[in-house]
């Protein structure tokens, strides 16, 4: 059983940076890889960035490539996502998942997820 709990979300504006944290509990958080998933509004939740349970290998959804960085400190059971230069289109709810899989983007491939946290970007 792993529990996570997201936090850092706000109301920011376009164009500035955000991190957002994931904190786990539970089943040694070494062992799982992490993923970051959003959901806006009238739409589907969506994968955004995964890091294996090592951090030594990541993957991110093509939309957020070269804004969005993923990291991890097991030392901390914690998970972050680097928001930068944000956007209106960034606006969602984030959330943070663990999976027993090898860098999964399918939100069938997690098993625990955390509340989420929202993030709204004004213009």
């Known amino acids: 059983q792993v529990q996570l709990v997201e936090s850092g979300g706000g109301l920011v504006q376009a164009g500035n940076s955000l991190r957002l944290a994931c904190a786990a509990s539970?089943?040694?958080?070494?062992?799982?890889?992490m993923g970051w998933f959003r959901q806006a509004p009238g739409k589907e939740r969506e994968f955004v960035a995964a890091i294996s349970w090592s951090g030594k290998s990541t993957r991110y959804a093509d939309s957020v490539k070269g804004r969005f960085t993923i990291s991890r400190d097991n030392a901390k059971n914690t998970v972050y996502l680097q928001i930068d230069s944000l956007e209106p289109e960034d606006t969602a709810a984030y959330y943070c998942?663990?999976?027993?899989?090898?860098?999964?983007?399918?939100?069938?491939?997690?098993?625990?997820w955390g509340q989420g946290t929202q993030v709204t970007v004004s213009s």
């Open positions: 539970g089943r040694p958080f070494s062992s799982v890889a």
């Open positions: 998942a663990a999976s027993y899989g090898i860098l999964p983007s399918e939100r069938t491939e997690y098993k625990y």
